[in-house]
Nanobody, 117 residues
């Protein structure tokens, strides 16, 4: 059975940093691409960063480019989202998603990030 668990969320002031983790079991990260999504107060879920599984470069939403870095360690079955210079509009629940070339998807249950002074 596949499980993805996000962690690392919390409350920070504007300009602060957080690193989110996505730990998987029951699957091999090396076979999957990974994305991080954010669901804001309007409940709209948007992709903020993605990394394909076959050597292509990561891709970022314009709103986070230069501030967020996505990566994954296939040997540890763990994905990361490093977030710096956080802004109030970064507030939301962050989800990781793994997907394969057959479009099979696996989602975690999310971790809350709150950016507020």
């Amino acid at each position: 059975q596949v499980h993805l668990v996000e962690s690392g969320g919390g409350s920070v002031q504007p300009g602060g940093s957080l690193t989110l983790f996505c730990v998987g079991s029951g699957l091999s990260f090396s076979s999957y691409g990974m994305s991080w999504y954010r669901q804001g107060p309007d409940l709209k879920r948007e992709v903020v960063a993605a990394i394909p599984s076959f050597g292509r470069r990561p891709d970022y939403a314009p709103s986070v480019k230069g501030r967020f870095t996505i990566s994954k360690d296939d040997a540890k079955n763990t994905g990361y989202l490093q977030m710096t210079n956080l802004k109030p509009e970064d507030t939301g629940v962050y989800y990781c998603k793994l997907w394969d070339l057959s479009n099979i998807e696996h989602w975690g249950s999310g971790t809350q990030v709150t950016v507020s002074s």
